[in-house]
Structures are given as structure tokens and as C-alpha cells.
């Protein structure tokens, strides 16, 4: 019951897109469909909204305490600035779970408040690293995953690269994937101890102006250092992190072309790795 | 946006079918760091929020964790609301739906996969819908619109909506091909929002 790739209308694919029935792979098609046609963008909105509709009605008292915990959640939770007009996005289908694979024009992090250079920001730290941390555990537990997820990796790289190959076919080598949060969802990281080396598959981060560039960073117990800049969209999209055994977290920050000796702006992404 | 106006009881009540009592202001409101005004979107959100994610994960306790991940992630993300791309209880009910889809996918990790499609033959989201005793003018409308649909149609958004399976999923247990699938939710989901009165 397979359909052949690319014989069938992408639009089709709209009901099920609208009702969150699709796996990754049919989204990031169909999204990557609907940035170029707006006529399938009105319709899924319209769609979406009478999804929305179909759950409304299902309204059920949550249980007491939970907005005791929401309100007191919130006042640890670091909110995301606004998009900038003229971003083509669809951001009100899906831009809010950061999944969109084409989200453009998102305003640099840069100069947010309550960041220095080479400061820790603040409140929403502990909350990303806090969902991560669960993410590692899901993959430090599921073993089996690292070759699902190699064949994906491979599919993304534009060229095979040993370095890469070697983390991958490690036997200590365990793989996090960011499922959420507004930048780099969809990031794929294969870490493995024994090469000390990790393998980054950025995803799901906006593109940026001329003059800024993504930095990758180390950080852990030993002052943050510099794991190198990338531009997604241009060149490798798979990054090669050596050097990580003082290495706790990697980190994720928008930096001026050229790149930063130390951070200065709030991390977009904290990834925890799996311990040494 | 930009209206510091509160919204709440009393006020005009024109558009407040779509905007849900004033939550697309409200959300604005949050977006600005405005914590009573979050206050008002709990108050208008977290019941729909809880009651859609607990059709989805059918567990108590689960479906508590995710609403308030949901609810947090309302606050988190509210400067990304853009009501030029739908009303903001759709964009509320999206991302509640999406969580609950992610957590009911990163449970099923292949072993319950059976399960899980035994369950499909004992789930009837349209009965539950059509078979609950304190109906709501809303519910009631929602029920004559699935009901204005075909089996198949039926079968499929509601097996997707609210029993959390992918069109991949639904087509294997029903047994049609995948394009069909596809298209009957396409089409049912045209004739809800048709029958339903959706803006477009």
C-alpha cells in the first residue's frame, strides 16, 4: 500500500497535514509544498481551524492544581521575541512547535536581556536543559535508534565524511534529537565518548542575515569554548565537534559573521549530552 | 493588537464567537511578559487544552503533564501567535494537539504497535462524541457534521483527530490504500469546515 514517491499530488496531503497526521518526513514535504503555494497554505489554515473546532468541544475541567503549577512554571519560562514582518513562514499552523523546516527571516537572539558575554542567561536555562535531559535518557535507552536515525543523517549530509562514519558506527555512540522549542527543532546529535568526537545535524533554524552566523559551542564544568560556526544551507550540513570530554552541553548561539571567542547572546538551543 | 483594553466580562461581545473572548488580545497581552493577562488564557484555554490532549493520551495523569507543558509553551511562544494566519484558539489547539500527538508517537515505539491497532477496532471517537449525554449546542453541531460525512471520510478524521493516527496508520487498519486515505481526509475534513461554518 505504498505510493510511489512524487506520483501523487502534494496537496492531497493537506486533511491529513491539518489533522497532524503525518510522520516527519511527509511534513517537512508538505511544508516545503506549502511555502510555495498559497492557495494550499489558505486551505490548511482553514483545515487546522476546523480541526481546531473538533477539539474544542472535547473541553473537560483539567485537574486542580495545574494552573497553580502553569503559573508558577511560567514565571521560570524565558518567553521567544517576536517574528519580524516578511517572514513567509506558516506560523500558525505549526511555527509554534519549531518545526517548520523553512522559517525564515527570525530576528537574531542577539542583545536580549540579561545577557553578557560570557554570562549564563538566565531562567529558561534550566528548562531546556531539563526536556533535553529526558531526551538523552529516551536515547541513552533506546540503543536500536542510532541506525535509524544514521540513515536519516545520511540521507541529509551532502558528503559522506570517515570522521563522521566513525561516530556513527561507535559502539558508546548515542544520538539526542531536539523534538521541540522554537529554533533547531528536528537537530539531530550523535555523541560518542570514545571517539570524543559528536556529530551535529542542525534542522530547523531560520536563516540568518549576511552579517551573523550560528556558532556551536562547548560548555560544561570548564569555561564555554568555540566548536565552530555554521550557516546552514551552505556547505555541510553535518558538523564535526571534537574535544568533548570536559564537554557537558553543547550550545547554540547567533553570533556576528566571523563568529565570538565567548557567547554573546542567549543560546538558542542547550543540548545535554550523555555523560563520559 | 496594541489595545491595552481588558477583555473580559461585560465587554462587547461582537466577534467573540471567533475570538473566543478576547484571547487573541490576551495573547498579545502575553506576548508582552503580561502574566494577568495569561491568567485570562488559562481561564479561557485549559479546558479545551486538557480535554482535546486527554481524547488523545486517554490517561489522567499524562494528559495533566502535557496541558501544562502546552500551556507553558503558550506562554513561551505567544509573541509567535500571528492572527493573520488563524484564530488564536486554532493556533492554542494546534500545538495541544501536537504535543499529545508527539507523546502518544514516542510511547508507541514499535512493541505496542499491535496494541494499538486493536485498540483502533474498539475506538469510536464519532460514538463517544454522538453518544455523550450532556450535549452542548457546539457538541451537538459537531455531531450532526460528522454525521453528514461519509463512513469512510468519518473513519478517517476522526481515527487521525482524535484517536492520534497517522494517515499511514488509519489507511493499514482500514485496509484502503494510502492515496484514498489521504483523500477522504482531505475531503472530510472540506465538508467539517464547510458544514461546520469555518471562516475561510
Known amino acids: ?42 486551505e490548511v489554515r482553514g483545515l487546522a481551524e476546523t480541526a481546531a473546532r473538533m477539539g474544542r468541544v472535547l473541553a473537560a475541567e483539567p485537574p486542580e492544581g495545574l494552573r497553580a503549577r502553569v503559573m508558577a512554571e511560567i514565571g521560570q519560562v524565558r518567553q521567544v521575541p517576536p517574528l519580524v514582518p516578511g517572514d513567509t513562514g506558516i506560523t500558525g499552523i505549526s511555527g509554534i512547535a519549531g518545526r517548520k523546516a523553512g522559517e525564515r527571516h527570525r530576528r537574531a537572539a542577539e542583545g536580549s536581556p540579561g545577557t553578557r558575554p560570557g554570562t549564563r542567561p538566565g531562567a529558561w536555562w534550566p528548562r531546556a536543559v ?25 540521507e541529509r549530509q551532502e558528503a559522506a565524511n570517515r570522521q563522521i562514519a566513525t561516530v ?36 530547523g533554524l531560520a536563516g540568518l542575515p549576511e552579517d551573523r552566523t550560528y556558532q556551536m559551542w562547548r560548555m560544561g564544568s570548564a569555561r564555554t569554548t568555540s ?17 568533548i570530554a570536559q564537554t557537558a552541553q553543547v550550545g547554540v548561539t547567533i553570533e556576528p559573521a566571523g563568529g565570538s571567542a565567548q557567547p554573546t547572546s542567549t543560546p538558542l538551543l542547550v543540548l545535554n549530552l550523555p555523560p563520559a | 493588537m496594541g489595545s ?28 508582552r511578559g503580561d502574566q494577568a493577562a495569561f491568567e485570562r488564557v488559562y481561564h479561557l484555554a485549559a479546558a479545551p487544552v486538557y480535554g482535546l490532549i486527554l481524547r488523545v493520551l486517554r490517561d489522567r495523569a499524562q494528559a495533566e503533564e502535557v496541558a501544562q507543558e502546552v500551556l507553558v509553551e503558550v506562554w513561551r511562544g505567544a509573541a509567535r501567535f500571528d492572527p493573520a494566519r488563524g484564530t488564536a484558539m486554532a493556533w492554542v489547539m494546534t500545538i495541544a494537539h501536537r504535543r499529545a500527538i508527539d507523546r502518544v508517537r514516542s510511547a508507541q515505539a514499535g512493541t505496542d504497535r499491535e496494541e494499538r491497532a486493536a485498540r483502533l477496532q474498539v475506538d469510536r471517537p464519532y460514538d463517544e462524541v454522538a453518544e455523550s449525554v450532556e450535549r452542548s449546542l457546539e457538541q451537538e453541531r459537531l455531531r450532526r457534521c460528522l454525521g453528514g460525512l461519509t463512513e469512510l471520510q468519518r473513519e478517517s478524521v476522526t481515527f487521525a ?15 484502503v490504500p494510502l492515496a484514498t486515505v489521504k483523500t477522504r481526509m482531505r475531503d472530510g475534513l472540506i465538508r467539517m469546515r464547510d458544514c461546520l461554518g469555518v471562516e475561510r
Open chain 1, 130 to 154: 531539563a526536556g533535553l535531559a529526558a531526551a538523552c535518557l529516551v536515547a541513552a535507552v533506546a540503543l536500536g535508534v542510532v541506525n535509524v536515525r544514521t540513515r536519516d543523517l545520511l
Open chain 1, 1 to 42: 500500500m505504498n505510493d510511489a514517491p512524487g506520483e501523487h499530488d502534494p496537496h492531497t496531503l493537506a486533511g491529513a497535514y491539518a489533522l497532524n497526521a503525518v510522520d516527519e518526513g511527509d511534513r517537512l514535504r508538505f511544508e516545503e509544498h506549502l511555502s510555495r503555494c498559497a492557495e494550499c497554505a489558505e
Open chain 2, 4 to 31: 491595552e483594553r481588558v477583555p473580559g466580562p461585560g465587554r462587547d461581545h461582537r466577534g467573540d464567537h471567533e475570538d473566543h473572548g478576547g484571547l487573541k488580545e490576551l495573547l498579545g497581552r502575553v506576548a
Open chain 2, 161 to 175: 483527530y482524535y484517536g492520534g493516527y497517522s494517515y499511514r496508520e488509519v489507511a493499514e487498519f482500514l485496509k
Open chain 1, 168 to 203: 556513527l558506527a561507535a559502539p558508546d555512540a548515542r544520538s539526542i534529537r531536539v523534538s521541540g522549542g522554537p529554533q533547531g527543532a528536528g537537530t539531530l546529535v550523535v555523541v560518542s565518548r570514545s571517539q570524543d568526537r559528536l556529530v551535529v545535524v542542525p534542522s
Open chain 1, 227 to 243: 566548536a565552530g560556526t555554521m550557516r546552514p544551507g551552505e556547505g555541510a550540513s553535518a558538523v564535526v565537534i571534537d574535544d
